[in-house]
């Protein structure tokens, strides 16, 4: 229970919440926060709900005695800026991201930037299908002068385009320069100790 409790603290501290705030997102009283962070106390269910759709936190992490994400020789491997800008399929990869079995995607990237934030935060690991985006759909792309991207995808005019979910990232036109990589599936979040 102590892990848990150290993890918990890590998710508010991260959020930027006080105790009493952080209480009060997850709809319980202060002095349960403080015992759940201390490892006096288990999350029910009402809070584990809580923490996963408000928060985005992945409940495998939090309950799991590991305190990071589980990264192995098998599952779905994680890819860097090089390797998806690789246009040959035979690249390798050095790491792997295990998540549940219901969950399936060509591979994962790590998230270093902010620029999609709440939606998707740095150290935030993306499960990519390379597949066919379409409106409304997530996606990871690179732009002409090789960076990689996260953008929503729009059809604009009959024109495929992407966008921040927001407007403070202008409307790009998808071009021949531009390549989309593939639809978003999942996010994992990650709160790294």
Not at 55 to 68: M, P, S
Not at 81 to 101: T, Y
Request: proline residues 4%; hydrophobic residues 40%; charged residues 25%.
């Amino acid at each position: 229970m102590d892990k848990i409790g150290v993890k918990l603290k890590k998710i508010r501290e991260k959020e930027g919440l006080s105790q009493k705030a952080f209480a009060e997102q997850l709809n319980i009283g202060p002095v349960t926060m403080n015992r759940l962070e201390k490892g006096g106390q288990m999350p029910d269910c009402q809070v584990l709900v809580s923490l996963r759709t408000i928060f985005g936190v992945d409940l495998n992490w939090l309950l799991n005695e590991d305190a990071h994400i589980n990264i192995q020789t098998d599952g779905i491997p994680v890819l860097d800026a090089h390797q998806l800008s690789c246009d040959h399929e035979d690249i390798g990869c050095s790491s792997k991201i295990n998540v549940p079995g219901s969950i399936s995607a060509d591979f994962a990237y790590k998230i270093n930037n902010d620029e999609m934030f709440p939606l998707v935060r740095p150290g935030d690991y993306i499960l990519v299908k390379k597949q066919e985006v379409l409106s409304g759909d997530l996606c990871l792309s690179e732009t002409e002068l090789g960076h990689i991207i996260v953008r929503k995808v729009s059809i604009v005019d009959h024109m495929k385009v992407i966008t921040g979910l927001d407007n403070t990232i202008p409307v790009e036109k998808v071009t021949d320069n531009m390549k989309i990589i593939g639809r978003i599936s999942n996010i994992v979040r990650c709160y790294e100790l």
